[in-house]
């Protein structure tokens, strides 16, 4: 279920709302109950190499020890 953060073009209040599935409403400000609303990107829902994850955050890389002689 992802969360999309909003920001209001009448009063510049910033929110958050879930939405399940495929639901396609057209989101209001909780603050002044505007319809005039944008959709903003998320820093939360992109890998640093731009690649997008399925759980919507980032994954951490395997680290395995270094093989091979040394010394």
């Not at 992109?46 to 010394?71: E, K, L």
Request: hydrophobic fraction near 30%.
């Amino acid at each position: 279920m992802p969360i999309f953060e909003f920001v209001c073009k009448k009063c510049n209040h910033r929110f958050e709302e879930l939405f399940i599935g495929s639901e396609n409403r057209k989101s209001i400000c909780p603050n002044c109950n505007s319809r005039s609303v944008e959709k903003l990107m998320s820093a939360g829902a992109i890998r640093p190499n731009g690649i997008p994850t399925g759980a919507g955050g980032f994954s951490q890389p395997s680290c395995r020890p270094a093989t091979g002689g040394g010394g």
